[in-house]
């Protein structure tokens, strides 16, 4: 999921949801160049026993690149 902070810069909205099972580098996509966004992403991973577990990864990006 990732969340944008609105124009009026008064709330925080959805702006998008990814499809389950969906990968990192669709994750990633959908973060913009120029902007800030706050987003949750969910991976599962294999703890030492072996069992498979969930872990929430939460992500504040801020990729603002400069202009010449």
């Given at each position: 999921m990732v969340f944008r902070i609105t124009d009026d810069?008064?709330?925080i909205e959805l702006e998008?949801?990814?499809e389950k099972g969906?990968?990192?580098e669709d994750f990633c996509s959908k973060l913009p160049?120029?902007?800030?966004r706050y987003?949750?992403?969910d991976?599962?991973?294999a703890t030492k026993s072996g069992a498979s577990a969930?872990?929430?990864i939460f992500v504040s990006w801020c990729a603002l690149v400069e202009q010449s």
């Amino acid at each position: 999921m990732v969340f944008r902070i609105t124009d009026d810069k008064k709330s925080i909205e959805l702006e998008c949801k990814g499809e389950k099972g969906a990968s990192f580098e669709d994750f990633c996509s959908k973060l913009p160049d120029n902007d800030c966004r706050y987003a949750v992403y969910d991976v599962e991973i294999a703890t030492k026993s072996g069992a498979s577990a969930n872990k929430l990864i939460f992500v504040s990006w801020c990729a603002l690149v400069e202009q010449s």
